[in-house]
C-alpha cells in the first residue's frame, strides 16, 4: 500500500489561498490517477480535482477556475493550489488514487471565514 499525507490546511478569510501538499510514501510514478477530495460532516465525499500521469485535469463546477491540481512523480508530490477561497470550501482535504485501496490518510483541515 502506499500511504498519503497531506499538508497545507489551515484558516483563512474568504478570498484567501492555501496551497496544499500530499507527500506519497511510495513512487507515483505508475499510479494513472491521483485525486483530491474533500469532505464536510452530513456531506458525501466531493471530488473536487483529479490527474492524470500525463497531465490530464478535472475540477468539480465547485473548484474550476480557482484550484489547480499539479504533480511531481519525481518527488512523489500532488499538489492542490487553492485560491479566492470560499466559506463553502471549508472541509478536511484529502489525496487519493481513486483506482487504488490505499487507507485514506487522516486529511488535511481547510477553514475558511471571516
Known amino acids: 500500500q502506499v500511504q498519503f499525507v497531506e499538508s497545507g490546511g489551515g484558516s483563512v478569510q474568504p478570498g484567501g489561498s492555501l496551497r496544499l501538499s500530499c507527500a506519497a510514501s511510495?513512487?507515483?510514478?505508475?499510479?494513472?490517477?491521483m485525486a483530491w477530495a474533500r469532505q464536510v460532516p452530513g456531506k458525501e465525499r466531493q471530488l473536487v480535482a483529479s490527474i492524470t500521469s500525463g497531465g490530464a485535469t478535472y475540477y468539480d463546477d465547485s473548484a474550476k477556475g480557482r484550484f489547480t491540481i499539479s504533480r511531481d512523480n519525481a518527488k512523489n508530490m500532488v499538489y492542490l493550489q487553492m485560491s479566492s477561497l470560499k466559506p463553502e470550501d471549508t472541509a478536511v482535504y484529502h489525496c487519493?488514487?481513486?483506482?487504488?485501496?490505499?487507507?485514506w490518510g487522516q486529511g488535511t483541515q481547510v477553514t475558511v471565514s471571516s
Open positions: 487519493y488514487a481513486p483506482d487504488r485501496g490505499d487507507s
Open positions: 511510495g513512487s507515483i510514478f505508475g499510479i494513472y490517477l
